[in-house]
């Protein structure tokens, strides 16, 4: 029997070939047999363009249905589909082609000057562009040919897809997502978030990450709804859209956003059963806020790439502001202190979990996977928190330095690196501070000699450090402050510029 998760996919949209999956605001509606057929129609061309089953198929591409194909035809074809943000420099771009040793590269028309000779650099053997025409095209490619329409067997431990996710260190790495863990989590979400019959999800997330690709598009197709797949997020046209919906799945920023409108209200959630939040912690303001102003109580819950969705509150039942719920079904989750030692119900420990969701280890990291897990089999995910006596998990923190910015997470040393190496510069401290928008923004204090300007900086990093990372604003300070044994204490940033993109202040 084989376990490829297309499979489980294909089952559950096998009586609606016919009916509405993507349609794109202002565009064509695709239906789930068109996207299944041009799925095995790409996984035929790459196929033949030498993949096989088990190979890396790198992808940096636009959100589109043609991408959402590609996806299905790398499970369907047995290989692993590894997206990266579309946001990456080439510089950035080449460090994953070379981490992955894909067997094929794919990437987002117009940028073939600047990505081939990279792609040539690492060793790619192939690599396609997405477009519809011109040489080396999948989407025209895929169009000539006669599908082979089987679906590949896989094993319940094969990887189906390696999303990359980075450390403290800045070094990214390739979690390995298998078809069980990644099914196993599809089928949770599905169930307990009550998926029924004529939803239509208003789908407005990237899907180079787990929370568009997986959280929102499985559950759709779990269910074989119809996903309203908006390209990016335009507070009018997701307004309008919202009133053709019924689930809505967001990052804190979206929900901002929605209420910086001050038409925005009931009259454009009627349709809605549920708003669900996740990839940053959803500030008390803007979760007490958005219930006032619509009636709706937002569901957070939360996850990881690693684990996909860990804890969730419940669709129906109290939602508190705060707290993420309960652990999915066949997640196990505990809290410990730092000798893995459980800690007494209320107390703030080491979040740990366990089951069938979580991934089995990083690409190729050997030493970090040795780090990751404990003996008896529980991932240490690096945030903490505390468990109530009825099991409702409260966040507390990172352990890390992590910054999460309008949803996307940024690692502070990957930008004091390239910071560091910059002409004039002596040290910097990378630190995420309140925003009313982006939840954090990413803020850099900088020892410089006194030529050296934001502009400088700026300019610098441009060139190799994806937008989204670049800080927002950069302090001069003359000394980084230190404790005794010589270490950052980031902290007295913290909390000397807590309020400097506060309203008050900007």
């Given at each position: 029997m084989s376990?490829?998760?297309?499979?489980?996919?294909?089952t559950k949209?096998a009586?609606?070939?016919?009916?509405?999956?993507l349609?794109v605001?202002?565009?064509?509606t695709y239906t789930?047999?068109?996207?299944?057929?041009r799925?095995?129609?790409?996984?035929?061309?790459?196929?033949?363009?030498?993949?096989?089953?088990?190979?890396r198929?790198?992808?940096?591409?636009d959100k589109?249905?043609?991408?959402?194909?590609?996806?299905?035809?790398?499970?369907?074809?047995g290989?692993?589909?590894v997206p990266?943000?579309?946001?990456y420099?080439p510089?950035?771009?080449?460090?994953?082609?070379g981490d992955a040793?894909?067997?094929v590269?794919?990437?987002?028309p117009?940028?073939?000057?600047?990505?081939?000779?990279?792609?040539?650099l690492?060793?790619?053997?192939?690599?396609?562009t997405?477009?519809?025409?011109?040489?080396?095209?999948?989407?025209?490619?895929?169009?000539?040919?006669?599908?082979?329409?089987?679906?590949v067997?896989?094993?319940t431990?094969?990887?189906?897809c390696?999303?990359?996710?980075?450390?403290?260190?800045?070094r990214?790495k390739?979690?390995?997502?298998?078809?069980?863990a990644?099914?196993?989590?599809?089928?949770?979400l599905?169930a307990?978030?009550?998926?029924?019959?004529?939803?239509?999800?208003l789908?407005i997330?990237?899907?180079?990450?787990?929370?568009?690709?997986?959280?929102?598009?499985?559950?759709?197709?779990?269910?074989?709804?119809?996903?309203?797949f908006?390209?990016r997020?335009?507070?009018?046209?997701v307004?309008?859209?919202?009133?053709q919906?019924?689930?809505m799945?967001?990052?804190p920023?979206h929900?901002?956003r929605l209420?910086?409108?001050?038409?925005?209200?009931?009259?454009?959630c009627?349709?809605?059963?549920?708003?669900?939040?996740g990839?940053?912690?959803?500030?008390n303001?803007?979760?007490n806020?958005?219930t006032?102003r619509?009636?709706?109580?937002?569901?957070?819950?939360?996850g990881?790439?690693?684990?996909?969705?860990i804890?969730s509150n419940?669709?129906?039942?109290?939602?508190?502001?705060?707290?993420?719920g309960?652990?999915?079904?066949?997640?196990e989750?505990?809290v410990?202190d730092?000798k893995?030692?459980?800690?007494?119900v209320d107390?703030?420990g080491?979040?740990q979990?366990?089951?069938?969701?979580?991934f089995p280890?990083?690409?190729q990291?050997?030493d970090?996977?040795?780090?990751?897990?404990?003996?008896d089999?529980?991932?240490r995910t690096?945030?903490?928190g505390?468990?109530?006596?009825?099991?409702r998990l409260?966040?507390?923190?990172?352990?890390?330095?992590?910054?999460?910015?309008?949803?996307?997470?940024?690692?502070?040393?990957?930008?004091e690196?390239?910071?560091?190496e910059l002409?004039?510069?002596s040290?910097?401290a990378?630190?995420?501070?309140?925003?009313p928008?982006?939840g954090?923004?990413?803020?850099?204090?900088?020892?410089?000699e006194p030529?050296?300007?934001?502009d400088?900086?700026?300019q610098?990093?441009?060139?190799?450090?994806a937008?989204?990372k670049?800080?927002k604003?950069?302090?001069?300070v003359?000394?980084?402050?230190?404790?005794?044994?010589g270490?950052v204490?980031?902290?007295?940033?913290?909390?000397?510029?807590a309020?400097?993109?506060?309203?008050?202040?900007?």
């Amino acid at each position: 029997m084989s376990h490829n998760i297309y499979e489980l996919f294909a089952t559950k949209f096998a009586d609606a070939l016919t009916a509405p999956f993507l349609s794109v605001p202002g565009g064509l509606t695709y239906t789930y047999g068109q996207v299944d057929r041009r799925s095995a129609c790409m996984a035929t061309v790459l196929a033949m363009a030498g993949a096989k089953p088990g190979d890396r198929i790198v992808v940096q591409v636009d959100k589109s249905a043609d991408a959402v194909a590609l996806y299905f035809a790398c499970l369907r074809g047995g290989f692993v589909y590894v997206p990266i943000n579309t946001a990456y420099t080439p510089e950035e771009v080449g460090f994953f082609l070379g981490d992955a040793d894909p067997a094929v590269f794919v990437y987002k028309p117009g940028r073939a000057s600047k990505l081939q000779p990279v792609a040539d650099l690492t060793g790619v053997p192939t690599t396609f562009t997405l477009s519809s025409k011109g040489t080396g095209s999948l989407a025209k490619a895929a169009g000539e040919i006669s599908p082979v329409p089987a679906v590949v067997h896989r094993d319940t431990d094969d990887v189906a897809c390696m999303v990359y996710t980075s450390g403290t260190t800045g070094r990214a790495k390739g979690a390995m997502l298998t078809h069980r863990a990644i099914a196993t989590n599809a089928r949770a979400l599905h169930a307990i978030w009550r998926f029924r019959p004529g939803d239509v999800l208003l789908h407005i997330l990237p899907i180079f990450h787990i929370h568009g690709l997986f959280v929102a598009l499985h559950c759709a197709v779990l269910n074989a709804s119809e996903v309203l797949f908006c390209p990016r997020f335009e507070t009018d046209e997701v307004r309008e859209l919202l009133r053709q919906s019924s689930v809505m799945m967001g990052v804190p920023t979206h929900y901002s956003r929605l209420l910086a409108d001050p038409d925005f209200g009931p009259s454009d959630c009627q349709t809605i059963r549920m708003f669900t939040c996740g990839s940053a912690p959803l500030p008390n303001t803007v979760f007490n806020e958005f219930t006032a102003r619509t009636g709706h109580t937002i569901c957070e819950r939360y996850g990881m790439t690693e684990s996909g969705i860990i804890a969730s509150n419940p669709p129906e039942g109290d939602r508190i502001a705060g707290t993420v719920g309960y652990a999915v079904p066949d997640i196990e989750l505990r809290v410990v202190d730092d000798k893995d030692e459980p800690v007494p119900v209320d107390d703030i420990g080491n979040l740990q979990v366990r089951g069938p969701h979580v991934f089995p280890g990083y690409w190729q990291q050997d030493d970090k996977n040795a780090e990751s897990f404990t003996a008896d089999g529980f991932f240490r995910t690096g945030d903490v928190g505390s468990v109530a006596a009825d099991g409702r998990l409260t966040l507390a923190g990172r352990t890390s330095d992590m910054i999460i910015s309008g949803g996307y997470n940024v690692y502070p040393k990957e930008v004091e690196i390239l910071l560091d190496e910059l002409p004039g510069v002596s040290e910097s401290a990378v630190v995420g501070l309140p925003h009313p928008d982006l939840g954090e923004a990413i803020t850099a204090f900088v020892v410089a000699e006194p030529h050296v300007t934001d502009d400088d900086l700026a300019q610098a990093l441009d060139q190799s450090l994806a937008a989204f990372k670049q800080p927002k604003h950069y302090v001069f300070v003359t000394a980084l402050p230190r404790n005794a044994m010589g270490k950052v204490q980031k902290t007295q940033f913290r909390v000397t510029h807590a309020d400097l993109f506060t309203a008050d202040s900007i």
